[in-house]
């Protein structure tokens, strides 16, 4: 099943321009009404079982408050999949610049999920703004599964179209550095994904491959 992140006329409203939507991206800097725009802590200390961890292979750690009162279902399902190290090794595979990363397919082609069963959604009037994470799914509502998304920029056209779960609150300048790509060509990897009430160190960085010593190599070191 193919869980691209948006069907095509969504994408074509957060990516080409028009002056509804251009109205609505300069909103993004002021500030949105209390009940659009509620507060969300960066305080560790407060609630860690729903705090995600996420170690990436671009060297950071991002921090996303999980927000049940949002999507019960949706945060649970996170949680559940971060426990049992489903999204240890999985890439993200579609990154696109000035909109969103995407991620949670063991197959890295987009059309995976884990062998759980499709949410229903749980679509809400939260805002998608800069550090949202929210679920992925298929052009039909009920098909999020395990893949979801961190949006680089405010993208209100997948207001109450998607599942809103969580924000990064730490961590956002990694999410910056995540590798582009459809998929990317050297895709930035989740090293590990845990809950931060598990207090689990950051996996060892990756050691990068030696080189391929070739015959043509040894004879040139030869004769110099």
């Known amino acids: 099943m193919n869980r691209r992140l948006i069907a095509s006329f969504v994408l074509g409203l957060s990516l080409v321009a028009s002056p509804a939507l251009a109205k609505k991206e300069q909103a993004a800097a002021q500030p949105v009404a ?50 049992q190290g489903f999204y240890n090794g999985i890439i993200f595979h579609r990154v696109i610049d000035g909109f969103m990363a995407q991620t949670g397919d063991p197959t890295g082609t987009g059309q995976g999920g884990s062998p759980l069963p499709d949410l229903k959604a749980e679509f809400n009037a939260m805002p998608h703004i800069r550090g949202t994470i929210s679920m992925a799914r298929t052009d039909q509502p009920d098909t999020a599964n395990s893949q979801f998304f961190i949006v680089f920029y405010p993208r209100f056209a997948l207001d109450n179209r998607y599942t809103n779960f969580g924000r990064v609150i730490s961590g956002m300048d ?4 995540i590798e582009r790509g459809e998929p990317p060509a050297s895709p930035t990897k989740i090293l590990q994904a845990s809950m931060l009430s598990d207090n689990l160190p950051p996996p060892p960085a990756p050691v990068a491959a030696p080189a391929t010593i070739t015959a043509d190599m040894l004879s040139n070191s030869k004769s110099n």
Do not use: C, F
């Open 174 to 177: 990694v999410v910056d550095n």
């Open 34 to 83: 209390p009940a659009l725009n509620p507060v969300v802590s960066a305080d560790v200390s407060v609630d860690p079982e729903n705090i995600l961890v996420l170690d990436l292979s671009n060297g950071g750690r991002v921090l996303i408050r999980l927000m049940p009162q949002w999507a019960p279902n949706h945060v649970e399902r996170i949680k559940t999949l971060a426990k």
